[in-house]
């Protein structure tokens, strides 16, 4: 995917995350799509600084880099949203695009990539960007409504 699809698929995921913790549709979800929309473009952004140096979908598109920006929030309290954005572009790259990435990077330098990808340069690229942010929302979807009504479930049948 292109720089423009990157940060299109983290705008509009942004919308729809907000949407999905905050759905009334008032200035509360305003504020949240706000407040996690713009650590979400920033991070969907991030792994495309490789184009300035090393291997582009090789160097800063990796599972370690990720795990990185996944648990810095813990470590230090802040960008608690910039690593959707940074998962949210290797989704697109993986999913979206026909090329893939390495995502294990350095150890390995095999790119991934799912079959339904399209060439950057497509006249589709854009509605593959659009289908798969749609998929992301459908999964952010499942896992805020329906994991924790499963694992409810769960700890009712095993007595806890």
């Known amino acids: 995917m292109n720089k423009k699809g990157h940060v299109l698929n983290a705008v509009l995921l942004s919308i729809g ?3 999905l913790l905050e759905p009334a549709g008032n200035l509360e979800t305003f504020e949240t799509i706000i407040a ?3 650590p979400i473009t920033l991070g969907a952004m991030v792994p495309d600084i490789d184009t300035a140096f090393g291997k582009h979908r090789k160097t800063l ?3 370690p880099l990720l795990a990185g920006f996944a648990v810095f929030p813990a470590l230090f309290g802040n960008l608690e949203w910039v690593w959707v954005g940074v998962l949210t572009h290797y989704i697109l790259d993986v999913a979206g695009s026909k090329r893939g990435i390495a995502l294990f990077y350095p150890l390995w330098k095999k790119e991934f990539g799912l079959p339904i990808g399209v060439a950057v340069s497509s006249k589709r690229a854009d509605l593959m ?3 798969v942010t749609i998929a992301e929302l459908v999964i952010a979807a499942v896992i805020l409504y329906q994991v924790p009504e499963w694992l409810e479930a769960g700890q009712q049948f095993i007595g806890v």
């Open 61 to 63: 598109h990796n599972l």
């Open 36 to 38: 996690i929309g713009v």
């Open 17 to 19: 995350l907000g949407y």
């Open 129 to 131: 960007m659009v289908i």
